[in-house]
């Protein structure tokens, strides 16, 4: 009788590949985003550029507070709108 050997490595690599959750395309991440922006700007009331801007040298900012680490691009813009956000809505109180 023959057996067929598989080696560990395709076990433990078909282990992970299957455990791993679902990447979202970068198509996806910008549907999700924009369709944010532009709820959160018909609230604020701010030009859909300028909003991108203050965003963008917002994220830049907690990017060189990290010292530019590689991979927390998403997490630094996420945190950045949050942050723009905030502060659009306090000077529509203030």
């Known amino acids: 009788m023959?057996?067929?050997?598989?080696?560990p490595g395709q076990k433990t690599t078909r282990k992970k590949a299957a455990a791993a959750a679902p990447e979202l395309t970068?198509?996806?991440v910008m549907a999700v985003l924009e369709s944010?922006?532009?709820a959160a700007v018909r609230c604020a009331?701010?030009?859909?550029?300028?909003r991108r801007r203050l965003v963008?040298?917002?994220a830049y900012f907690l990017a060189e507070r990290r010292g530019f680490e590689a991979g927390h691009?998403?997490?630094d813009w996420?945190?950045?709108?949050g942050l723009v956000e905030s502060r659009?809505?306090?000077?529509q109180v203030a």
């Open 73 to 75: 691009e998403l997490e």
């Open 26 to 28: 970068d198509k996806a």
């Open 56 to 58: 963008a040298a917002e």
């Open 45 to 50: 009331g701010v030009d859909l550029d300028a």
């Open 88 to 91: 659009l809505q306090q000077t």
């Open 78 to 81: 996420i945190t950045a709108e």
């Open 36 to 38: 944010a922006q532009s």
């Open 2 to 7: 023959v057996t067929r050997r598989v080696s």
